[in-house]
């Protein structure tokens, strides 16, 4: 059995809603609910679903960017859900994130040998005057030279930049990385290079990934296993081919359905997710998809689906299945 690097079990992350007079009622926006997922050691588990589904929030919670409100996270064989800031900050070098916009992720007032090499710094993880060769080392392995060492993010394109920004985050040699929509906001044509440095990267580096992402071309060609999230839940979990050749809740079928086609002569009519989700303060009863979802009877209306195995590799959530 694969070595487990991340387990989560029973995660939930709410935020404080304050509404009324003189804002005394709260409620909570329930951003990720009640979550139980396993990333195996090597592996690039891919989590999809729609903008504010709680994707990003997910990962950020466990890597302890936010605290969670319930549940356990295990890196490895260490409990991480409680640790204190200082106790963190002593593990913190194994798990980094890689964030969506490379263009605010980055110090402008920081020169690329700063950014690469602070990491190594606070860590101490090679004597002072070995930085700058590390730094040069890691620029390299990222498809950068060294003469870039010296200049400011403002110089680079956007995907010279999401480079610096994956070349920070390998510094402090990571056993997991969560890649937070890392291609979504630079130029197609470069699109391919960061994935293809993404899967080399994992290679060298032996990395395991949360690759969050709404690409589901992308997540095809890169993930193990995919992880459908809708309002908070895990709708289906399933190896990436499994999920790609059988999609059973209805909600990663209309996903996948509206992925455009681009062979001019197929007949395969595309079908849309009619209406917009619920707000997370107010969840509806029963089946959270149940208000948009085309085959939603009384049962669906009325009582929550668990997430359930059907066979080794692919676990849905749905009354129909």
Do not use: W
């Not at 950020?60 to 409100?69: E, M």
């Not at 994130?97 to 090499?117: A, E």
């Not at 399933?238 to 455009?260: G, I």
Request: glycine share 4%; net charge positive.
């Amino acid at each position: 059995m694969e070595k487990e690097v991340i387990k989560v079990q029973g995660l939930k992350k709410y935020f404080p809603v304050k509404s009324g007079f003189f804002s005394r009622d709260i409620k909570h926006l329930k951003a990720v609910d009640d979550v139980d997922i396993v990333i195996n050691k090597g592996e690039t588990l891919s989590l999809v679903g729609e903008s504010g589904c709680g994707k990003t929030t997910l990962g950020k919670t466990v890597i302890r960017l936010y605290d969670p409100t319930e549940g356990t996270i295990k890196f490895k064989d260490l409990d991480i859900t409680s640790l204190s800031s200082s106790e963190l900050r002593k593990v913190r070098k194994k798990f980094q994130m890689i964030f969506q916009d490379p263009y605010s992720s980055l110090n402008p007032r920081q020169r690329v040998d700063s950014i690469v090499g602070e990491g190594l710094y606070i860590h101490n993880l090679v004597e002072r005057n070995r930085i700058n060769e590390v730094v040069k080392s890691i620029l390299y392995d990222v498809g950068l030279q060294q003469d870039v060492m010296q200049r400011y993010p403002h110089e680079f394109s956007g995907g010279q930049r999401q480079r610096i920004a994956i070349a920070r985050a390998l510094a402090v040699k990571p056993e997991f990385i969560v890649c937070d929509e890392p291609i979504s906001a630079l130029d197609v044509s470069i699109q391919a290079q960061i994935i293809n440095l993404f899967l080399k990267l994992k290679k060298d580096y032996k990395l395991t990934y949360l690759f969050i992402s709404h690409d589901l071309r992308v997540v095809r060609y890169i993930s193990d296993r995919v992880a459908v999230m809708y309002l908070g839940k895990i709708v289906e979990i399933a190896a990436s081919n499994e999920l790609y050749n059988n999609p059973l809740h209805p909600y990663t079928q209309l996903l996948l359905s509206s992925v455009p086609n681009l062979d001019p002569s197929s007949k395969i009519k595309r079908q849309v997710i009619k209406g917009d989700p619920p707000s997370p303060v107010a969840i509806p009863r029963g089946c959270r998809f149940h208000t948009r979802c085309p085959l939603a009877e009384d049962i669906c209306m009325n009582s929550e689906p668990e997430l359930r195995r059907i066979n080794d590799d692919h676990s849905v959530a749905c009354h129909k299945v």
